[in-house]
């Protein structure tokens, strides 16, 4: 009996041994046909990593981070040039390009400065936006926000990695970390009141004002912590660059704060403009002041039907550039 039980281990342990080499040749072989196909047909990495590569050789002087506000033109402006136009035009001595898209925010811009220290390239200067609905339960772990993707190329972009990034694609390393279940369950707080889950929030249908009120509390009303991982992020671009010839602009995105108090009162500003202090409270202790603009624009320079939002009509995309402009121009 104990003879046959080795004997069935021993065909066990062959059996995970062929396995095992069998996984290993074909990983071989998946990775030596990179080097071929990867000459044929370079992979495709990103824009966003593609285009800091680009700005490098053309040296621009400064570059935009940004969300969707920056490409927003309101359908009824007159003049359509979104911000980055217009802050170009406002600046003409200087070359100006942005790496914005849709949810970008500190915890990809961060990694983004680690790459352009990485690979010698010093802006004059760099613009970081701090949108303050990047910190709600609505954004922060959305599974479609994460851009793991952008983040892997940012940290170990090499001649190797490219060589080897379409097998990195077919074993899935850039898949998301974060589960729609997971970001569904996971909690809403007003203020730190727990206010539900993020699946009570994201399917309401309607603007009453009752609806309204809920959106409100799960775009906005949440404390932020100086713990936060955006707020992390945002301390460790201000110490990357602290003693470094680049000028970097941090400024709090413009909120349709007015629509806020009308449908949850004072308190709405009020854990708006504390949030906010939180922020520059953080960047102050490394040396840097931030620009709040998050109180300073009426509700009718606001561009959003439905649900609000950050985007911005020409006046308001008028009044950051012309900040933005001053602050940039500033002997210090």
Same mark, same amino acid.
């Given at each position: 009996?104990?003879?046959?039980?080795?004997?069935?281990?021993?065909?066990?342990?062959?059996?995970? +041994?062929?396995?095992?080499?069998?996984?290993?040749? =074909?990983?071989?072989? %998946?990775?030596?046909?990179?080097?071929?196909?990867?000459?044929?047909?370079?992979?495709?990495?990103?824009?966003?990593?593609?285009?800091?590569?680009?700005?490098?050789?053309?040296?621009?002087?400064?570059?935009?981070?940004?969300?969707?506000?920056?490409?927003? %033109?309101?359908?009824?402006?007159?003049?359509?040039?979104?911000?980055?136009?217009?802050?170009?035009?406002?600046?003409?001595?200087?070359?100006?390009?942005?790496?914005?898209?849709?949810?970008?925010?500190?915890?990809?811009?961060?990694?983004?400065?680690?790459?352009?220290?990485?690979?010698n390239?010093?802006?004059?200067?760099?613009?970081?936006?701090?949108?303050?609905?990047?910190?709600? #339960?609505?954004?922060?772990?959305?599974?479609?926000?994460?851009?793991?993707?952008?983040?892997?190329?940012?940290?170990?972009?090499?001649?190797?990695?490219?060589l080897?990034?379409?097998?990195?694609?077919?074993?899935?390393?850039?898949?998301? +970390?974060?589960?729609?279940?997971?970001?569904?369950?996971?909690?809403?707080?007003?203020?730190?009141?727990?206010?539900?889950y993020?699946?009570?929030?994201?399917?309401?249908k309607?603007?009453?004002?009752?609806? !309204?009120?809920? /959106? =409100?509390?799960?775009?906005y !009303?949440?404390?932020?912590? $100086?713990?936060?991982?955006?707020?992390? #992020?945002?301390k460790?671009?201000?110490?990357?660059? /602290?003693?470094?010839?680049? +000028?970097?602009?941090?400024?709090?995105?413009?909120?349709?704060?007015?629509?806020?108090?009308?449908?949850?009162?004072?308190?709405?500003?009020?854990?708006?403009?504390?949030?906010?202090? %939180?922020?520059?409270?953080?960047?102050q202790?490394?040396?840097? #002041?931030?620009?709040?603009?998050? %109180?300073?624009?009426?509700? $009718?320079?606001?561009?959003?039907?439905?649900?609000?939002?950050?985007?911005?009509?020409?006046?308001?995309?008028?009044?950051?550039?012309?900040?933005?402009?001053?602050?940039?121009t500033?002997?210090?």
């Open positions: 009996m104990k003879k046959f039980h080795l004997y069935i281990s021993s065909s066990k342990d062959t059996k995970i +041994k062929k396995y095992f080499k069998k996984s290993i040749i =074909l990983l071989i072989v %998946v990775i030596i046909l990179q080097i071929p196909l990867s000459r044929i047909q370079p992979a495709k990495m990103p824009w966003s990593v593609g285009s800091l590569i680009v700005y490098k050789k053309l040296n621009i002087e400064i570059i935009y981070f940004c969300d969707s506000v920056l490409g927003h %033109v309101d359908k009824d402006d007159q003049c359509k040039d979104n911000l980055l136009v217009m802050l170009g035009k406002m600046l003409p001595q200087y070359s100006v390009k942005a790496v914005a898209s849709g949810a970008y925010g500190p915890d990809l811009y961060y990694p983004m400065c680690k790459y352009m220290i990485k690979n390239y010093h802006p004059k200067v760099i613009i970081v936006p701090v949108n303050l609905r990047s910190f709600s #339960s609505e954004w922060d772990k959305n599974p479609n926000y994460q851009f793991e993707e952008e983040k892997n190329c940012l940290a170990y972009d090499s001649f190797l990695f490219r080897f990034y379409r097998a990195f694609q077919v074993f899935k390393l850039n898949e998301r +970390k974060v589960s729609w279940n997971d970001y569904e369950n996971s909690p809403v707080y007003d203020g730190n009141v727990f206010a539900g993020v699946k009570d929030y994201i399917n309401l309607g603007a009453n004002d009752e609806n !309204m009120k809920k /959106k =409100l509390i799960f775009f !009303m949440s404390s932020i912590s $100086d713990k936060h991982r955006k707020i992390v #992020s945002l460790k671009i201000a110490q990357l660059y /602290k003693n470094s010839n680049t +000028k970097i602009i941090f400024y709090i995105t413009p909120l349709d704060y007015q629509t806020g108090e009308k449908y949850l009162g004072s308190r709405f500003k009020e854990t708006v403009q504390e949030n906010a202090s %939180v922020i520059k409270s953080v960047l202790k490394e040396g840097y #002041s931030v620009i709040d603009m998050s %109180v300073s624009l009426d509700s $009718d320079v606001f561009s959003w039907t439905g649900w609000p939002n950050e985007h911005l009509k020409y006046e308001g995309r008028s009044f950051l550039a012309k900040m933005l402009k001053e602050r940039i500033a002997e210090n």
